[in-house]
């Protein structure tokens, strides 16, 4: 059983950048494939990045790819997203989870509770 907790959400002005955290509790974070996922108002929560057990290989959804960076550091069970170059398109309530594949764009069993970023226009 893993327990995800996201922070460092809020309101950005396009063009601005936010760094989201994700701290991972209560199991083998090492060994999970992590991703990050949105849910904007009224749309399907879509796969946005994910990244290897190792955090050596990332992977991204073309909509953001270029702007942000999923990182991990496994020695204390976090998972981050950078997020550059906000666009408007971009708000939505940010969730991690564990994948249960490398390249997968489907979440496996473990999700965070989601937080919340704006970006102004």
């Known amino acids: 059983q893993v327990q995800l907790v996201e922070s460092g959400g809020g309101l950005v002005q396009a063009g601005g950048s936010l760094r989201l955290s994700c701290a991972a509790s209560?199991?083998?974070?090492?060994?999970?494939?992590m991703g990050w996922f949105r849910q904007a108002p009224g749309k399907e929560r879509e796969f946005v990045a994910g990244?290897?057990?190792?955090?050596?290989?990332?992977y991204y959804a073309d909509s953001v790819k270029g702007r942000f960076t999923a990182s991990r550091d496994n020695a204390k069970n976090t998972v981050a997203l950078q997020m550059n170059s906000l666009k408007p398109e971009d708000t939505a309530v940010y969730y991690c989870a564990t994948l249960p594949s490398y390249g997968g764009r489907r979440p496996g069993d473990y999700w965070g509770q989601g937080i919340q970023v704006t970006v102004s226009s």
């Open positions: 209560g199991g083998a974070f090492s060994s999970y494939i």
């Open positions: 990244i290897s057990s190792s955090g050596g290989r990332r």
